[in-house]
């Protein structure tokens, strides 16, 4: 087969698959949400007003960041009290894994 038939093959339709790529992406495309990550991964615990102080970003700004992670599956969240606990959702943390592996 010459260079040009293997370039002019069609490109299987992965359609939901590549929706879940692009959210994963679009999830961890911001440097502070990935930092997020990062940080909720090395306390390997719930975080709480922790993170706020650990990112130079104002408190409004880490909970939009904290609210997309979320959405994505990426990040779990609990009230407690006046605060909310965070980590990282290891299933969605595998799926991430899982994703960028397959490219």
């Known amino acids: 087969m010459t260079e040009h038939e293997q370039r002019a093959r069609p490109v299987p339709d992965t359609g939901s698959a590549d929706a879940a790529i692009a959210a994963l992406a679009w ?12 940080i ?3 306390r390997k615990a719930c975080v709480c007003g922790e993170l706020v102080d650990q990112m130079p970003l104002a408190q409004s ?3 939009q960041h904290l609210k997309i992670l979320k959405e994505a599956g990426l990040v779990q969240g609990e009230i407690d009290g006046p605060k909310v606990c965070y980590w990282v959702d290891a299933d969605g943390l595998a799926r991430l894994k899982e994703i960028v592996g397959g490219l």
């Open 61 to 63: 700004t880490v909970s």
């Open 40 to 42: 909720l991964l090395a």
């Open 27 to 38: 999830a961890i495309a911001h440097p502070a949400r990935v930092r997020i990550l990062r």
